[in-house]
């Protein structure tokens, strides 16, 4: 099992080796070999967690490691998915990097298969999570989307307007997908919420910074279709939106108590 884990990292730190290359002599060879070795990771982490999931008896979604494993496929699936057809080596190179972060952020936990507490004992666990983790790693490509068209609009003179279109394009399409599922997250998990604790909403400080970080990405899309914004103010609230992703994530975990505490 842990050699599936080595492997998908080894193909995800591959994607981004060819990348940087792909940065330096553009093609498409070395793009096709960018998107090859990141479906290869994907799918090395689908048979990883595929065997912890048979191990376990269980989703394999219910700690900070295993949680991390499915954001690490979440993020470059979500990418090959939605933005194969894109034509911007930075946004290759960006996804490959994120994905070998958090899993070597995964590896700093314990990758132990655990009994799941009695709260999480529930059908509602595999549907709440992955529908949060979509909707989450659509939020991370847009907001890698959303660095590059910032860095690219810096140097509108050199870039092509192209680009810039796709980028934005990018970041709306990705930021669509991302708020969807986070929707489905948060109505399966109020569902769930009501059958554990009785209280289809308790505030809890991650309910609480979810209902925020959707408000933020419900912003997005308002002003992307309704007023028609684009470009540098829409980049912007995806970041501050990603930022909300990652405190809810992350910081709600380590820094606040409450409910999802176990998390």
């Keep these: 099992m842990t050699r599936l884990f080595n492997l998908a990292f080894a193909a995800y730190l591959a994607a981004l080796v060819a990348a940087v290359i792909g940065m330096i ?3 498409k060879t070395v ?12 799918l090395l982490l689908s048979a990883y967690m595929g065997v912890r999931w048979t191990e ?10 295993e949680s991390l494993i499915l954001f690490g496929w979440a993020i470059p699936a979500i990418f090959l998915a939605l933005l194969h057809g894109v034509r ?8 490959a990097l994120a994905s070998v972060l958090t899993l070597a952020y995964a ?9 799941l507490m009695p709260a999480l004992q529930s059908n509602w666990l595999t549907f709440h999570v992955f529908s949060c ?31 810039r279109a796709v ?21 399966t998990g109020s569902i769930w ?20 970080t959707w408000l933020v990405y419900a912003a997005f899309l308002h002003c992307r279709y309704m007023r028609g914004w684009s470009g540098r103010r829409a980049a912007w609230i995806s970041i501050v939106g990603f930022a909300s992703v990652l405190f809810t994530y992350v910081g709600v975990n380590f820094l606040l108590s409450g409910l999802h505490s176990y998390a």
């Design 107 to 115: 590896s700093t936990f314990s990758a132990e298969i655990r009994p």
């Design 167 to 187: 980028l934005d394009t990018a970041m709306s399409q990705t930021i669509s997908f991302g708020f969807l599922f986070l929707t489905v997250g948060i109505v």
């Design 193 to 212: 919420a009501n059958s554990a604790w009785g209280s289809y909403w308790s505030w809890d400080p991650k309910e609480t910074w979810s209902l925020i």
């Design 133 to 163: 983790f979509l909707g989450y790693g659509g939020f991370a490509v847009s907001f890698l989307a959303s660095l590059g068209y910032l860095v690219v609009s810096r140097r509108a003179s050199q870039a092509p307007k192209r680009s």
């Design 56 to 65: 376990a008896g269980r989703a394999p979604f219910s700690n900070m490691f």
């Design 25 to 27: 002599r553009r093609g």
């Design 88 to 95: 911007i080596p930075g946004l290759s190179a960006a996804t």
């Design 31 to 42: 793009e096709r070999v960018v998107y090859a070795f990141l479906a290869a990771g994907v």
